[in-house]
């Protein structure tokens, strides 16, 4: 029989992040060899993962990163089942490497089959559902590209935005933080009028003819009133044309505006748990 030492035990967990029982357990049966041992917990993840696959996963962390230059930036959520483990401190670490990860990719399929350290990013979140005892998976990826990009993640690691400005100008950074908050606190449908789906404009549309309609508006005057409604839904909808929550006196357009008179938002993400 193999002799382990406290060491290697040590040695497995900072690698894999597994209990230290079960590091101890897993080399006793790997007879000592750390790269069996490995696999070894890599098959009781997936054991795992197999398990919960039919679990939801709607507790997590969601992490906002932008890169060095500020024109690119990602969201991503990293799930699990409860609470209590989205809380962890270690968990938070994992979605924020993760997310640094991700700025380096296009798509969440190119980022899960990503190299994280000497596996992928997919056999980590195995890796780790078998850690845990949880479902663990990226739920959402979300990347933004822009001028210049700035993010907000909100208290807790709920709600995390990316916001995109036409221009890297003064008070730029501060104002790309403002509206990203927006974003996060105000959940617009899109970014302006052109955004939202023509499905979605024409159900507004029927709905607020059908209440014009209970009120005792006669039908010839339907149409113009309908479209007055309507843009009540784009105000409080579109993220340029909403009150801009610190002063509502401007529009988040005419904030950025003051910022500098040729600013303009051109993008934002948004991702939130459930």
Known sequence: MANITAADV?????????GMMDCKKALVEAEGDFDKAIEILRKKGQKVAANRADRESTEGAVIAVVNAD???GVVISLNCETDFVAKNESFVKLA?????????????????A?????ITVEEK??????????KIEIGSFE?????????????????????????NVEGGEEAARNVAMQAAAMAPLALNEEGIDAAVVEKEIEIAKDQLRQEGKPEAMLDNIAK????????????VNQDYI???????????????ASLVVTGFKRVALA
């Open 10 to 18: 040590n040695k497995l967990r900072q690698t894999t992040g597994a």
């Open 70 to 72: 500020k024109t690119a």
């Open 96 to 112: 924020t490497d993760l997310a640094e990860l991700a700025l380096n990719f296009n798509t969440k399929e190119e980022f899960l």
């Open 114 to 118: 990503a190299a994280f350290g000497n």
């Open 125 to 134: 979140l195995t890796e780790q559902t078998g850690v845990i005892g949880e």
């Open 143 to 167: 990347r933004l590209e822009g001028a210049f990009v700035g993010s907000y993640i909100h208290a807790g690691n709920r709600i995390a935005t990316l916001v995109s400005l036409s221009a």
């Open 228 to 239: 007055g409604k309507l843009g009540r839904f784009f105000k409080d909808n579109t993220l």
């Open 246 to 260: 610190k002063d509502s006196k401007l529009s988040v357009s005419g904030y950025v505006k003051s910022v500098d």
